[in-house]
């Protein structure tokens, strides 16, 4: 496997008094490393001083222009431990997501703890100087899991006996299953996905399957019986439900797809959360779709949809399921600001925007937020899309700094048609109330 070393060059073991006194220095431990793993280096980067942020940020910089490049060869990035490449947890977790955004992974060469995420609890702080790994919590459950005991979200195909992983029988079908459309078809992600919801199965959760969650299940070595928790990997702790050989197959074959990444359209919607759904009452979220046809001169072309919908359509899927509300983002938004064009002055002064939280408090609860589903995505209780989820908040928040203030009505309400699409959502999320759709007709509750 090709490698790239990415370390503090100049680095002071006093800085970091918790970590083992037995360590070689950060180069010699990535070539180490390379060595017993048979992993080829292809470049370094090296920062100069641990004191310096720019430098380490700049470092970073280049190794994503490098990974960026049109022919660019991907690679398994090497560092000692997090604060390699971060000072805090943060920007370690933005700069990790941004480099396996890119096709590319991350790990650390430290033995005890090689899961960035996990390696960041133990050395690195949250903004308000915690360390997770200091926590009598957390000393309690690296007992456990030197123990291997069960921690965390259980994989599916399993079940907890004793504190022990055991094999559902049930699902374990199912994985197999998986296991072997994938390496003896041509069935992809999606294809799998959709034979498996074709013939009524279920996540455990009760879900549909979908592409990340077939994904999830073929990339996890908990099904060839290896324990993996906190930078503690113990091999052969539970019975295997797939054989390493076909385990490797597969994950040969998926990373022989996943040479390019697809480019995935985003879009603000600036209703999400407002619409109601007239079968159920939940409110809808955006979603686009992109739709591709082939002309009679044999070119392709595609559109991206926009839609505001429902999520009982596609949880927990039923005979009603269609029943449940799916409208155009783009009609529905452009009627709605038409009504609120139709507004009169008087109507207008009349409105009472919900009160915003003071930034401090605003950035206070996202932090929150974003540290405690960091901590469970190292523990394996959350999914990496809830945290991206959460530093998105962070990042929206520190964009719009600016809005945290008491406005007058009508600069509000202004703004709601203003050509900046995050202007004009902050301004509908203080105004609009509710929205109802039934029979084609619109019908907008303002807070009054």
């Known amino acids: 496997m090709r490698v790239v070393g990415f370390h503090i060059d100049n680095f002071d073991n006093h800085l970091y008094p918790d970590l083992p006194q037995n360590r070689l220095i950060p180069e010699f431990e990535i070539k180490e490393y390379c060595d017993i793993n048979n992993h080829n280096i292809v470049s370094w980067f090296k920062i100069k001083s641990p004191y310096s942020d720019s430098d380490i940020y700049d470092n970073f910089r280049k190794l994503i222009s490098k990974f960026s490049e049109p022919d660019a060869k991907l690679a398994l990035v090497l560092i000692p431990d997090s604060f390699h490449l971060a000072n805090d947890i943060e920007t370690l977790a933005r700069r990790v997501i941004r480099i396996r955004s890119l096709g590319a992974d991350i790990r650390c060469t430290n033995q005890e703890y090689p899961d960035p995420f ?29 123990r291997g005991e069960v921690l965390g979200k259980i994989p599916y195909g399993y079940k907890s006996h004793n504190g022990r992983l055991v094999i559902d029988c ?30 009524g199965n279920r996540t455990r959760r009760g879900k549909v399957w979908t592409p990340l969650t077939i994904r999830s299940i073929i990339t996890n070595r908990s099904y060839i019986g290896t324990y993996s928790r906190y930078g ?10 797939i054989n390493i050989d076909l385990f490797n197959r597969v994950n040969s074959l998926l990373n022989s797809k996943n040479t390019s990444k697809k480019k995935y359209y985003k879009s603000t919607f600036l209703l999400s959360r407002k619409i109601i759904c007239e079968t159920c009452g939940n409110t809808l979220s955006g979603i686009t779709r992109k739709r591709t046809w082939q002309l009679q001169n044999n070119e392709y072309k595609s559109k ?54 003071s930034y401090a408090k605003e950035i206070q609860d996202a932090y929150s937020d974003f540290a405690k589903t960091f901590q469970n995505y190292a523990m394996s209780k959350e999914n990496i899309s809830h945290l991206e989820k959460t530093l998105k908040r962070l990042s929206e928040i520190r964009e719009n700094k600016n ?40 019908n907008v509750i303002p807070y009054l």
Request: hydrophobic fraction near 35%; charged fraction near 25%.
């Open 118 to 146: 996990q390696n960041a609890l133990k050395y690195l702080s949250f903004y308000n100087g915690k360390n997770f790994s200091n926590s009598k919590s957390s000393k309690e459950i690296i007992k456990k899991a030197y």
């Open 170 to 199: 049930k699902e374990s079908k199912i994985v197999k299953m998986i296991f072997k459309w994938y390496s003896e078809s041509s069935y992809g992600l999606r294809v799998i996905s959709k034979l498996l919801n074709q013939k």
């Open 232 to 241: 503690i990997r113990i091999t052969s702790n539970h019975d295997p439900i």
């Open 304 to 357: 991206i949809y926009r839609y505001y919908r429902c999520k009982s359509r596609f949880e927990n899927v039923t005979e009603n399921s269609k029943f449940h509300s799916l409208f155009n983002a783009d009609i529905v938004e452009k009627k709605v600001k038409k009504i609120i064009c139709n507004w009169d002055d008087n109507f207008i002064s009349n409105l009472s925007p919900v009160s915003i939280k």
């Open 403 to 442: 809005v945290y203030i008491d406005e007058p009505n009508r600069k509000i309400y202004d703004q709601i048609f203003s050509p900046d699409i995050q202007e004009s959502k902050i301004s509908i999320n203080q105004i609009i109330s509710k929205i109802f759709i039934q029979n084609n007709k619109i």
